[in-house]
């Protein structure tokens, strides 16, 4: 126990040279997800800083994820919520949880992001110590969002920075050094209180998500502006303007990307191309077929085979 004990000082000692020795900007690096939100890596990590953002409705299917949000005028969106940003909230994402986020104005948009497989996860939790347990959420909850004081959003930030320095080195020990750094900010994760309730109010109107509501039940049918306009009694032009005011796309696009995730999930499940199509509510299948080609980066067929 003793010499693990050097090792991991060394190793840490080492660590922090190299970080003070670099400028900090080299760690801000400009990333983007694949669009439908794919990951391959055990663990992804980037700080990133840009003045305009609007990423896509997407999920992690094997990975957990935190974001913490540092700086900007921010929405996160998840399925059926939508939250105001403020400095210091740290969200905890399970799999499986559709997530997105825009920049309503032009101050610099902040924020850090770490994608984790869940078997890494559990592999560097304990019997005593489920790492896990921050992504847990109550039954009416997608998110946990949590609220880092100050001191916990420095250290937070400096783990993550020594943490993008590992995952590019393949240094001797930097295996160790992931570990090591990722059971910290797990740690940091679980012992964060949770934003105050007045604080994280859902901002999303009742109206708007009746029509979210509406969008789900019936993605496989007709989901034409005018059906909206027949069941909500307004103009296809009103309602269009009106959602993306508060989602930050179009109606057709927000669509789109449900009818992809859901496409994905049925492939993923095991079903054909063609009835996939069908279930998903496109009804040309050209028309499926490019537009699932254009959000994940390769067709439906390659996709099915590639995830079995």
Known sequence: MIIVSVLYKLIFANLTQNIA???VSELLNKMSLPIDGTLTQDIVCYHNQDSQHDSPLHQ????FE???FISGDVTFFTDNAAYSMRRGYLVAIPPHRWHRSFTNGKTTYDRIFLNIRTNL???LSSDLTDLSSCFQ???DQEVSILKLTANELNHFIDLSHELITVLRSNNYGSDIQRKIILSQILLLANTAGNAQNSEKDNIIPIQLQQMIDFIDVNLANNLSLSSFSRQF???ATYLNRYFKRYMGLSLHNYIIEKRIELAKQLLFDGETVANTCDQCGFGNYSNFIRSFT???GISPGRYGKKIH
């Open 21 to 23: 020795e670099r400028d």
């Open 60 to 63: 992690h299917s094997n990975h």
């Open 66 to 68: 935190l974001y913490l």
């Open 121 to 123: 996860v559990s592999e």
């Open 137 to 139: 959420t109550n039954q």
């Open 233 to 235: 009694f307004m103009s």
């Open 294 to 296: 254009n959000h994940v």
